[in-house]
């Protein structure tokens, strides 16, 4: 009879095991896309309202200049 030796005890890593074999398997992979796509909307829309009231206040400091002459 053949005794097993110490590297047949080991368990195969080849066969198979957490490793998909279809790539882009990840299940977080939709809910990360989503976040990021929400992350960058509402930056944009921070930096659009930031500008628009930039706008506003300097329009409003050329009128009270105007005034003032």
């Known amino acids: ?9 080991l368990p195969s890593f080849r066969a198979g095991g957490t490793v998909s074999s279809r790539p882009g398997s990840n299940k ?3 809910y990360i896309i989503v976040g990021g796509i929400l992350i960058v909307a509402i930056g944009i829309s921070i930096t659009v309202n ?5 706008d506003r206040m300097n329009l409003k400091m050329k009128e009270n200049e105007g005034e003032k002459t």
């Open 1 to 9: 009879m053949k005794n097993p030796t110490p590297v047949d005890q």
């Open 28 to 30: 977080w992979l939709p």
């Open 50 to 54: 930031r500008k628009i009231q930039r």
